[in-house]
Each structure stands twice: as C-alpha cells, then as structure tokens.
C-alpha cells in the first residue's frame, strides 16, 4: 500500500508536484509543466511496474480529479 496526496482542494499543478515527492521510490518522476499535458504525465505512474498493475489509465479520463481520485484508490 502507497500513500499519496488526494487532490481534494488543490490545483492541478500543486497536486502534481506534490505526487512527484510522495512516489520518488519507484525510480525517477517527471514534472509537470503545463496542465493541458496531465494526461501523458499521468502515463508515467500507469506504465510504472514499481506501481503495481491496477493504475487507471489517464487517456480514459477527461477530468484530472476524477482520474487524481482513482490513481489514489488504486495505490491503497
């Protein structure tokens, strides 16, 4: 089980750079830098082995949130 930030009240940018901190052990975490790219962000943490197999694929979401949501329950 991973702890990792929930989204609650926060911008997209602020989440993200907090998200990269709570999972730097498992290996190298890009940065965010605009928010119309969180999707392929995203794709980092569903392509990371380290993560486990149950990340939701950000390409399937159009709402940040609602994918920030799931790519926390799937990590508990």
Do not use: H
């Not at 989440?15 to 190298?28: I, K, R, Y």
């Amino acid at each position: 089980m991973v702890n990792i930030t929930r989204p609650v009240g926060m911008r997209l940018l602020d989440w993200a750079d907090q998200v990269c901190l709570d999972l730097d052990f498992s290996g190298p975490v890009g940065k965010l830098d605009t928010e119309t790219n969180w999707q392929n962000w995203g794709a980092q943490f569903f392509n990371n082995a380290r993560l486990g197999r149950n990340i939701p694929n950000p390409y399937e979401f159009t709402d940040w949130k609602n994918w920030a949501e799931r790519f926390c329950q799937s990590l508990q």
